[in-house]
């Protein structure tokens, strides 16, 4: 079985595993991974069909790519960004020996919208970049990162970095980015937040556009946890506000020894 791809930073005394979102790689994190390099010793994935885990045969199933991940790392902290959020929760739920503390990053238990759930995306929307996926996969995914942008304090600039960085190791497979939209689509956490038993942190971007702050902020009561919003951030807080996380983050690691 071809392995993940997962690089070690950093030189600092806490494990942290480090989980990119759909269409990107463990690249598009290198702010943050610096802003926190003398703290933390990071495991940084790239995930299946992703960067340099393209040809990686596991499954893009949450539990699935958790058993991968902590098969190669020590038990540690977990932070997932947008759809690797949902990886770092199924560890903690499911796999919990190896995750020490968990920590969503702009990422939802429910991706989309119901009837008893008005902080998700319209499903018309995940159908839509299904759709578009089958005729022009890569200018699918340029218009997904300029939603992800929008918000920012500087969208234009965050978008060209995201677009810079998402292809930079190459074109994600289109099945797997096919099998992220399914997973959004379907998944739905609520009901077991309330079984997690790590300290738990949900960091949302105040101007977020594609994980809507009001979901973290449910999310972080169901799981007893703790809410941060980064004031004048969109879905990539890490780009632009790098610091504030890095911030926030070591603060709540410093409280959960």
């Known amino acids: 079985m071809s392995a993940l791809h997962i690089e070690t930073h950093g030189s600092g005394t806490i494990p942290l595993v480090m989980i990119h979102g759909w269409a990107m790689h463990g690249g598009i994190l290198a702010p943050l991974v610096e802003a926190l390099a003398d703290r933390f010793t990071m495991y940084v994935v790239d995930l299946p069909g992703h960067g ?17 991940i902590a098969a190669n790392t020590p038990p540690a902290v977990w932070l997932g960004w947008s759809m690797g959020g949902l990886v770092a929760l199924g560890a903690a739920l499911d796999l919990p ?3 020490r503390a968990v920590v969503p990053l702009c990422s939802t238990p429910r991706f989309v919208r119901g009837d008893d759930w008005p902080h998700g995306n319209d ?13 022009d996969y890569k200018a699918t995914v ?20 995201l677009k810079e960085d998402a292809f930079s190791r190459g074109e994600p497979d289109p099945r797997v980015l096919m099998e992220g939209l399914r997973l959004l689509e379907a998944t739905d956490l609520r ?5 997690l038993r790590q300290p738990n942190l949900w960091m949302a971007g105040r101007r977020d556009r594609i994980v809507h702050p009001e979901a973290m902020r449910w999310s972080a009561e169901a799981a007893e946890g703790r809410f941060e919003e980064i004031a004048h951030a969109g879905h990539a807080p890490f780009i632009g506000h790098a610091a504030v996380v890095a911030d926030v983050l070591t603060r709540f690691v410093d409280a959960h020894p």
């Open 52 to 68: 340099y885990s393209r040809q990686a045969d596991i499954p893009l199933e949450p539990l699935a790519c958790a058993r991968a």
């Open 97 to 99: 020996e190896a995750v």
């Open 123 to 135: 499903a018309a929307m995940v159908h839509k970049l299904a759709a578009d996926l089958e005729t």
């Open 142 to 161: 340029e218009r997904f990162i300029a939603l992800e942008a929008m918000g920012s304090a500087d969208p234009r600039a965050e978008a060209r970095r």
């Open 191 to 195: 009901p077991r937040l309330a079984g």
